[in-house]
């Protein structure tokens, strides 16, 4: 049963008894149907304020445990069992992994003898079936779990050594599903980077491609968006997570299906920000579609928890390759 039931219910309780108390006073006759009609009116202005200060209350509780939520994925708990302290700070942003394998438990192995070089500045992108551990490879370089075998390296430096909270700092991630929470622009916008100023602000609005969308909104980057609030599309939601990792600017970038929820247009579009504003990043892009995984300079396909291949996007199409088996094969099963 949630909060909202609970209070109706008491409600309709406490309804109940004033009523058979009324009736029996009345019956007895020590309250007049006058007072009677009093209370009940009166009654009843008070359990209307009463709910609409409780669903404010409920409310508020609603965007706490939102902000909540966006804080214990920003801190999550393996910061206390993390061992790394030092400061991760990606000047270049090399990837190395090496011999990483990775269970999440002791049924299965999820990832095997992954091996992958990501120079600076490269963008290479990770395709696979669903299931093959992309996603995983993804939260091990960020540390949303321990290495349990192997190693992964950012300009020399082991991830294991660093603290989680410098790596979080240092990489990027944009995934599918945008977070934006019910609150203004400027407040999704500040998640990137809480001292952005007012100019860094519109800057990133700009190079996102928002300024001008902002700018028709009377109360600008003060226009509260999300459930409370007017609804952005998936295009709009994707650029304001652009903007808000431009403001970010991590050195290192991982997108995880970021655009897969957009039309082909759209996410044409949105691609052609991400090649402009990140041409200076390293950046991981997994995805399903075959023309995003074109725009990269690499791929690497991986299959079963293990990478089977990884060639510059220019020789895909010369030899045989496990990229053209994957996208044969799923352009069949879509057929
Ligand atoms: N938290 C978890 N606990 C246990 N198993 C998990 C967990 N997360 C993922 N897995 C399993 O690990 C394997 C790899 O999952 P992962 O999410 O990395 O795949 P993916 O390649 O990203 O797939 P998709 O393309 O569908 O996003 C899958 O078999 C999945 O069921
Ligand atoms: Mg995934």
Same mark, same amino acid.
């Given at each position: 049963?949630?909060?909202?039931?609970?209070?109706?219910?008491?409600?309709?309780?406490?309804?109940?008894?004033?009523?058979?108390?009324?009736?029996?006073? *009345?019956?007895?006759?020590?309250?007049?149907?006058?007072? =009677?009609? *009093?209370?009940?009116?009166?009654?009843?202005?008070?359990?209307?304020?009463?709910?609409? *200060?409780?669903?404010?209350?409920?409310?508020?509780?609603?965007?706490?445990?939102?902000?909540?939520?966006?804080?214990?994925?920003?801190?999550?708990?393996?910061?206390?069992?993390?061992?790394?302290?030092?400061?991760?700070?990606?000047?270049?942003?090399?990837?190395?992994?090496?011999?990483?394998?990775?269970?999440?438990?002791?049924?299965?192995?999820?990832?095997?003898?992954?091996?992958?070089?990501?120079?600076?500045?490269?963008?290479?992108?990770? *395709?696979?079936?669903?299931?093959?551990?992309?996603?995983? =490879?993804?939260?091990?370089?960020?540390?949303?779990?321990?290495?349990?075998?192997?190693?992964? =390296?950012?300009?020399?430096?082991? @991830?294991?050594?660093?603290?989680?909270?410098?790596?979080?700092?240092?990489?990027? @991630?944009?995934?599918?599903?945008?977070?934006?929470?019910?609150?203004?622009?400027?407040?999704?916008?500040?998640?990137?980077?809480?001292?952005?100023?007012?100019?860094?602000?519109?800057?990133?609005?700009?190079?996102?491609?928002?300024?001008? /969308?902002?700018?028709?909104?009377?109360?600008? /980057?003060?226009?509260?968006?999300?459930?409370?609030?007017?609804?952005?599309?998936?295009?709009?939601?994707?650029?304001?997570?652009?903007?808000?990792?431009?403001?970010?600017?991590?050195?290192?970038?991982?997108?995880?299906?970021?655009?897969?929820?957009?039309? /082909?247009?759209?996410?044409?579009?949105? /691609?052609?920000?991400?090649?402009?504003?990140?041409?200076?990043?390293?950046?991981?892009?997994?995805?399903?579609?075959?023309?995003?995984?074109?725009?990269?300079?690499?791929?690497?396909?991986?299959?079963?928890?293990?990478?089977?291949?990884?060639?510059?996007?220019?020789?895909?199409?010369?030899?045989?390759?496990?990229?053209?088996?994957?996208?044969?094969?799923?352009?069949?099963?879509?057929?």
């Amino acid at each position: 049963m949630n909060a909202n039931s609970v209070i109706s219910l008491i409600n309709l309780l406490i309804k109940l008894c004033l009523y058979s108390l009324s009736a029996v006073m *009345v019956w007895e006759n020590t309250m007049s149907v006058g007072v =009677l009609t *009093v209370i009940l009116t009166f009654y009843g202005y008070l359990t209307r304020n009463v709910s609409s *200060v409780s669903q404010r209350y409920l409310d508020s509780e609603n965007r706490i445990s939102y902000i909540q939520k966006i804080y214990d994925f920003l801190h999550t708990p393996t910061e206390k069992v993390w061992d790394g302290k030092d400061n991760l700070q990606v000047s270049k942003g090399k990837i190395e992994i090496s011999n990483l394998y990775f269970s999440y438990n002791d049924q299965s192995i999820t990832l095997k003898n992954i091996n992958l070089i990501s120079f600076p500045g490269e963008s290479i992108a990770l *395709v696979g079936k669903s299931g093959c551990g992309k996603t995983t =490879l993804a939260f091990l370089m960020l540390g949303f779990y321990k290495l349990q075998k192997g190693k992964i =390296l950012i300009d020399g430096k082991s @991830l294991n050594e660093c603290s989680l909270k410098s790596i979080r700092n240092q990489i990027g @991630l944009v995934q599918q599903n945008v977070l934006i929470f019910s609150g203004s622009i400027r407040q999704n916008l500040l998640l990137g980077n809480i001292h952005a100023t007012e100019r860094e602000i519109w800057d990133a609005c700009k190079a996102a491609g928002i300024e001008e /969308l902002i700018h028709s909104f009377p109360e600008k /980057l003060d226009t509260v968006v999300g459930n409370n609030g007017i609804n952005l599309s998936g295009g709009q939601k994707q650029r304001i997570a652009i903007a808000r990792i431009y403001l970010k600017n991590p050195k290192i970038i991982i997108f995880d299906e970021a655009t897969s929820a957009l039309d /082909l247009e759209t996410e044409k579009e949105v /691609l052609r920000y991400w090649k402009k504003l990140f041409s200076d990043k390293t950046s991981i892009v997994i995805t399903h579609r075959k023309e995003v995984a074109l725009a990269c300079d690499r791929v690497a396909v991986m299959n079963n928890g293990e990478i089977v291949e990884v060639e510059s996007v220019d020789k895909l199409n010369q030899t045989e390759s496990a990229f053209q088996k994957l996208f044969t094969s799923e352009e069949k099963e879509n057929a």
